[in-house]
C-alpha cells in the first residue's frame, strides 16, 4: 500500500471522530456564547441548525485536509508509526494521561481563586453535560492532536529540516525539539479565542494561564506523538480530559 493510499485511509478513519465531535463542539460551543452573537450568526446562516452544521462540516474539512496531509509530511519524516497501542507504552500513556487530567483539575482550585470569571465557568458547570464531554474528548483530543501535531508539528519540523539541517539525513534532535514547542505554543494560542468566549474577554493573567498550562500539556503531547505515535499524543490527550472533567465532577 502507498504512502498516500495509508493517508487516505487514516483520514477516512478521522472523518467521523470530526463529524460527531465538530457536531458537539458545535453544541457547547452556541450554549457558551451570547444571545446577541447567536442571533446574528442565525440571521447570517438561517437557523441555529445551520449554524451547528457548518460548524460540524468546518470541523471536517479540517481533519481531511490536516489528516492527509499531516500523514505525509509525518511519514516523510520518520514520524509515523505502527497504527498499534502496545502494552508496555500504553501503560505509560495511561499513567502520564491520568496525571495530566489531576494536574489539569487543580486549574479550578488555583486560578479560579485569582480569576473571578474563570471561578463562575466552573459554577456553571457542576453538573455531567454532554456536549462538552464529548467534544473535549473528540475535537480535543483526536482532532486537535491530528491538527496540532500530526501536521504542524511535523511541518514546522520539515522546514527547519530543509532550511537548516539539509545535509543531514534525517530529521534532527534539536528540529524536533523546536518544532515541538513551536507547535504547543500555538496550541496554546489557539486555546484564548475559546476562553475569550467563555469569560468574555482575556486578560494578561488569562494569557499566562494559556500558556503555562496547555502549553505544557502541548510540548508533552508532542513528546509521545514523536517517542510513541500519533495515537498515543491521543490517548493522553483524551485521558487528561476524562480525568480531569471526572474530578471536577465528583469535587466541585
Known amino acids: ?67 492527509f496531509l499531516g500523514y505525509i509530511v509525518a511519514d516523510k519524516i520518520g514520524l509515523i508509526r505502527p497504527f498499534q497501542l502496545a502494552k508496555k507504552d500504553t501503560l505509560i500513556t495511561l499513567l502520564a494521561g491520568a496525571i495530566c487530567g489531576i494536574i489539569v483539575s487543580a486549574d479550578a482550585f488555583t486560578f479560579a ?11 456553571n458547570s457542576k453538573s455531567f453535560d454532554t456536549p462538552t ?4 474528548i ?33 530529521v534532527p534532535e534539536k528540529i524536533l525539539v523546536v518544532s515541538n514547542i513551536t507547535a504547543a505554543a500555538l496550541f496554546a494560542a489557539a486555546h484564548l479565542p475559546s476562553t475569550a468566549q467563555i469569560i468574555g474577554h482575556l486578560t494578561p493573567m488569562l494569557i499566562f494561564r494559556s500558556f503555562l498550562m496547555n502549553g505544557a500539556f502541548g510540548i508533552l503531547f508532542g513528546r509521545f506523538y514523536r517517542k510513541y505515535g500519533i495515537q498515543y499524543a491521543m490517548l493522553v490527550h483524551m485521558l487528561a480530559h476524562i480525568v480531569s472533567r471526572t474530578i471536577w465532577l465528583i469535587i466541585l
Do not use: H
Open 113 to 123: 481563586n485569582w480569576i473571578p470569571e474563570l471561578a463562575d465557568s466552573y459554577e
Open 1 to 67: 500500500m502507498t504512502k498516500f493510499r495509508k493517508a487516505l485511509l487514516f483520514t477516512l478513519c478521522l472523518i467521523p471522530f470530526a463529524a460527531v465531535g465538530g457536531w458537539f463542539t458545535a453544541q457547547m460551543s452556541i450554549a457558551s456564547v451570547d444571545e446577541e452573537a447567536l442571533a446574528n450568526a442565525i440571521q447570517q446562516v438561517g437557523s441555529k441548525e445551520m449554524v451547528m452544521l457548518l460548524t460540524t462540516l468546518q470541523t471536517v474539512i479540517y481533519a481531511v485536509i490536516c489528516g
Open 133 to 136: 464531554w464529548i467534544a473535549s
Open 138 to 170: 473528540l475535537y480535543g483530543g483526536v482532532i486537535e492532536e491530528v491538527m496540532m501535531r500530526l501536521f504542524f508539528m511535523s511541518l514546522i519540523a520539515l522546514i527547519g529540516w530543509k532550511l537548516f539541517c539539509k545535509k543531514e539525513d534525517a
